[in-house]
Every structure is written in C-alpha cells, then in structure tokens.
C-alpha cells in the first residue's frame, strides 16, 4: 500500500502564491486481535504490519517468545492483523476483560465514529482571515514557547480571534496541550466558533477530530497534516493550513476563509 | 510545580567535550477521575490541571456543557483530578466497564509497574562504543529517512551493531516506528543486547520503557529526552544520548559506554 498521497494544495511563500501538487503521508487504522479477541487499533504508515504487531505485543509484554506464536493472519486491505497464540487464553481474557488498550483518542473505532458524525458539524463558514494575519500569528505564537525553546521537549496550542493570542498552554503531549486549550477556553466560556486554532505540531486525524469537535474551522500549524486529516477536513470544509513557519505556508482545504 | 528539572550532561559539540548543567522538561502522570471513577492516566506537564482535565473530557466527548460539572477537586501533590458530573453516573460506568480509556503504553499505572521491574532488567554494562560511530550512525540514521524528507510527517526508529544499521522502520507513530523496529528484530531473531536504538522522535518514559525491556543498552535520539525517561535510565544505567545532530549530541546516564 502507499505511505502517501498525492494532494494539491496552495503554496505561500515570500510573497508567491500557487496551486502546487504534494505529497502527504498516510494514516492506516490497523486492528490487532489475538486469539480472535480485538486488543487495539493503532493508527499507523500502512506497511509492515506483522512487525508492527508483533512489535506492539512484545512491548505491551503480551508475548515473550517466537514459540508462543502459532499462526499470524495480516488482512491488509481491511486493516487487520490476526495473531494466535499459545495455551494463553485466559491471560488475554483477563488483559482485555480488564482494560483494553486504546491509543489517542480511544484508537480507530472512536475515531470512525467521530468521522460519520463530523458530517453534522456546522463550521462558521463565513469568518475570513487575511494570510497576513496568518503569518503574524504563527510569528507570535512560535515566539511564546518558551518551554520548548529552552527544553525542545514540548508541543504548544493556541486560540486565537485573528488579532490576538487568547488562550496558550504547552505540555511534552500534543494532545493535552490542545486539551488544555480546549479546557481553558470552556472554563472562561470562549465561544470556539470564530476562533482560530494554532498548533505546533502535527495535524492527524484525532487533533483534527479535537477541532471539529469543538467547532473550529481554522486551524494552523507549524507541521505536517496527515491524509486521513485532510480527508476529513475536507468533508467539513475546515480550512487547514500546515508548515507555516516564517514567510510560508501550505493552505490544503478551506481555501475561500484565507483572503490573498 | 515546576515544569523543568536542572540535569548535568556532557556536551560534545565539534570536537569540544563538557560537563555542563541543562534543563529537561518533566513528565507527570495526572490521573483522571469522574464521579469517583478512574476514567485515565495521562503523562503531561504538571500544570493547569483542571484544563487538562476538562479539556480530555470534553474530547472524548464525556462532557459537553459547565452546567453538568458539580465539583471539581485537584491533588496536585498526587497527581489526581476528581470531577463530579451530574446524573450521568450510568453511562460514566457503562464507558469505563467497556474500555478505559488509556494512553500510549496502557497509561500511567502499567507505566509505574514498568518501572519497578526495570531494576531486574540485565543491561549489557561490558558494550562500548566511540562517539565518533555515534556521530556517524546519526548521520547514516538521518539520510535513510526519505518518507520524512518527502512529507515532514513520520518518525524513524533503527537498530545498529555499532557499525551498520541492521533494521530501519518509518511510521506515522513515534511509538508504531520502534514496535516495528522491535517485531521486525524480534522475527529475524536478532539479539538485543549488544545493538543500539535509534530514534528521530522524543525519548519519553514510554519509549524508553519498550527498549528496557528489549534489554538495549544504548538509546540514541535526534530529538530531547524527559525527565522521568532519565530518571528511569539512570536506575537501570542505559546510556541515553539525545539532541544528535550533526556534530552534537547530549550524554545524560551510562557515560563510560561512550569512548571519548
């Protein structure tokens, strides 16, 4: 299967903008079952999947030794890896009985179901924002991570109206520093609908979900988007923009909010 | 609490080697409870709690509106997060009794239990090697990413003798890159204990955690460490480089490995 995708985006930069073909790498929900029974759906590059399983149950310390192993089944197409294992049914039923292991936001199956319901979101389809602005408010946000300039061990998140940085908050996980801007701006009741979200690091498809959840229909990074994102963001006509970093960016879908 | 902790490393910067003080960011495992309910463990920056909390929980969709929150009540010394919610005590159970919601390497608790067994792990303490490999292993480690170059979006994780990279995975998932850089080993029956690990990506407990477990000695990343990965590499003495880049890199524990 292909780790990428072939997308067209517009590029600005330094003051040039163009339509200009890309690549974006790809997010594959892959479900690992042993003995018949679901453990998780990792989200990952769609290759290499009986490492990656067999790599996941070594490090959970599900398996110990290739003896344990008697058939494994990888169904790439639908994502699913089957591994069977030896005379230790009664450890994965207790495992799984008692928490199953889920990554992100609750792994793959959450996800689909925040993917069918994302149709319902009404983003404010009327709010614009020059790319000028753009510019300036990744210049400002970059420049008040001060945790990562010092450690480079931290991701950050921010909300913005357009003119200023509201709400910022950084953490060594991408996910909390969004959930703590999302749980800043619920406590001081911000409404997200004419907010802009700005991100430092990477756009996948469950910091996407986060978004839209929240009715968010700009959202700005400093990274690379992943395709299931931009897939999504697509549906829901938010506008996404990635690598914006200096006098550039990358605008990928939402194009009519940013004004040239 | 502070968000940083002061380490001392030895810097090896062109040619230059010294014993200089530096800072890491700290991990901490906060752990979520609603209605007297353990919901998840995150390992975040120990700061802005009730953000956090709330924000998680309106991800995942288990709040929506500040009139259903009753009480909130933080333990920062602990780590906990208690929130009271209105009358929804039935599907609070119904969504934790069917999968708890867990991060990365199944949350903080398995973390902890990882923790304590790492002192029984028997590292390789006889293994050397020059910084000079490290430097070109790094250099050798960087060129092969070509899913990175194209699309900014992946992290890399490898496995080396010292002289040759033996196996080199790229993935979407910090996490997913070294689960298959561990399978893929782990199948071709390569033994752990003299190799050494590769990462582009952040060396966090977890990380650090799954190569313990494989018995690595060596752990060597592009990107900064945490400090509870440090903590943890210290008791069980791996030698964790970090920040290799180029001409530099950063040697936080297990120093006599290195030949200088």
Redesign the interface.
């Given at each position: 299967m292909n780790?990428?995708r072939k997308i067209s985006l517009i590029r600005y930069d330094k003051g040039n903008i163009e339509e200009t073909p890309d690549?974006?790498?790809?997010?594959f929900p892959l479900t690992i079952h042993i003995n018949k029974e679901r453990i998780v759906t990792?989200?990952?590059?769609p290759k290499?999947f009986?490492?990656?399983?067999?790599?996941?149950l070594?490090?959970?310390?599900l398996i110990k030794e290739?003896s344990e192993i008697k058939a494994i089944e990888i169904d790439e197409k639908k994502g699913m890896a089957y591994i069977e294992v030896m005379g230790k049914e009664n450890t994965f039923q207790r495992i799984s009985g008692k928490?199953?292991?889920?990554?992100?936001?609750?792994g793959g199956s959450l996800l689909y179901n925040v993917k069918d319901k994302l149709h319902d979101i009404p983003l404010d389809n009327n709010m614009k924002i020059s790319y000028k602005k753009v510019l300036s408010m990744m210049k400002e946000f970059s420049g008040k991570s001060e945790?990562f300039q010092?450690?480079?061990?931290?991701h950050s998140a921010a909300l913005s109206d357009g003119d200023n940085i509201l709400i910022f908050?950084?953490?060594?996980?991408r996910?909390?520093a969004?959930?703590?801007?999302?749980?800043?701006a619920?406590?001081k009741?911000i409404d997200f609908l004419d907010k802009i979200l700005l991100l430092s690091g990477?756009i996948?498809s469950e910091m996407l979900a986060?978004a839209a959840?929240?009715n968010i229909s700009i959202l700005v990074s400093r990274?690379?988007?992943?395709d299931l994102a931009l897939e999504m963001g697509k549906e829901i006509n938010m506008t996404i923009i990635g690598?914006a970093r200096g006098e550039r960016f990358n605008l990928y879908s939402g194009k009519e909010r940013i004004i040239f």
């Open positions: 780790l990428t690549i974006v790498v790809r997010e990792l989200l990952c590059s290499d009986t490492y990656l399983s067999l790599g996941f070594l490090s959970e310390g290739k928490a199953k292991i889920s990554k992100g936001c609750s945790l010092n450690t480079g061990g931290v908050h950084e953490d060594v996980g996910h909390n969004l959930d703590k801007v999302i749980g800043d619920f406590m009741e990477r996948s986060k959840k929240r990274s690379a988007p992943m690598f």
